[in-house]
Antibody, heavy 121, light 110 residues
């Protein structure tokens, strides 16, 4: 069945960097818009970034613009998020999520289990 | 952009109905018929319950229904069951390939 598996989270100091990965299986990854969505401890969901099915179009939340970079490799059915200049407030569970073809970007019908990013000195 | 506004918590007894409101602006909920709702149990990933304002994915019980009027979307859960206890988030397309979530509502089944 359709599955997303995130990896790459960990503990990093403020100002540091991390690269998150999301491996897809069981569905046609290249047809899906993909997003990263995060959830700070005890808080709600926050959309972080989106990438189109081809990878040719991306967008970011204002809170991460200029610091995070989303990318994908359709040949490897993988999604990535490069996190630079990390701040304490970036501490969260990071989920990758997919929006099926011809559905709106807010419709995420596939979610990973999340990977934890902790930014602390 | 500020999160969509949801009540912090709602509650109901088994068999009753509850409605969760989600208020946005003319830049998001009010402009697009692209509102979705997610159920999140503790420690788990969110699950899509409603998309395109009032459409249910296969497998979601018809006890879950939703609507939208102006800048406010609503999720109604009828015939409450203990298993419905979870956090619920609304989500709206906000134009220019951006998405905005609500702050979340904790549903307690008494």
């Amino acid at each position: 069945q359709a599955q997303l598996v995130e990896s790459g989270g960990g503990l990093v100091k403020p100002g540091g960097s991390l690269r998150l990965s999301c491996a897809a299986s069981g569905f046609t990854f290249s047809g899906y818009y993909m997003s990263w969505i995060r959830q700070a401890p005890g808080k709600g969901l926050e959309w972080v970034s989106y990438i189109s099915d081809s990878g040719g179009n991306t967008n970011y939340a204002d809170s991460v613009k200029g610091r995070f970079t989303i990318s994908r490799d359709n040949a490897k059915s993988s999604l990535y998020l490069q996190l630079n200049s990390l701040k304490i407030e970036d501490t969260a569970v990071y989920y990758c999520a997919g929006s099926p073809p011809r559905y709106s970007l807010d419709t995420h019908d596939i979610w990973g289990q999340g990977t934890v990013v902790t930014v602390s000195s | 952009q500020s999160a969509l506004t949801q009540p912090h918590s709602v509650s109901g007894s088994p068999g009753q109905s509850v409605t969760i409101a989600c208020t946005g602006t003319t830049s998001d909920v009010g402009s697009y018929n692209y509102v979705s709702w997610y159920q999140q149990r503790p420690g788990k990933a969110p699950k899509l319950m409603i998309y395109d304002v009032n459409m249910r994915p296969s497998g979601v019980p018809d006890r879950f229904s939703a609507s939208k009027s102006g800048n406010t979307a609503s999720l109604t859960i009828s015939g409450l069951q203990a298993d419905d206890e979870a956090d619920y988030y609304c989500c709206s397309y906000a134009g220019s390939y951006t998405v905005i979530f609500g702050g979340g509502t904790k549903l307690t089944v008494l």
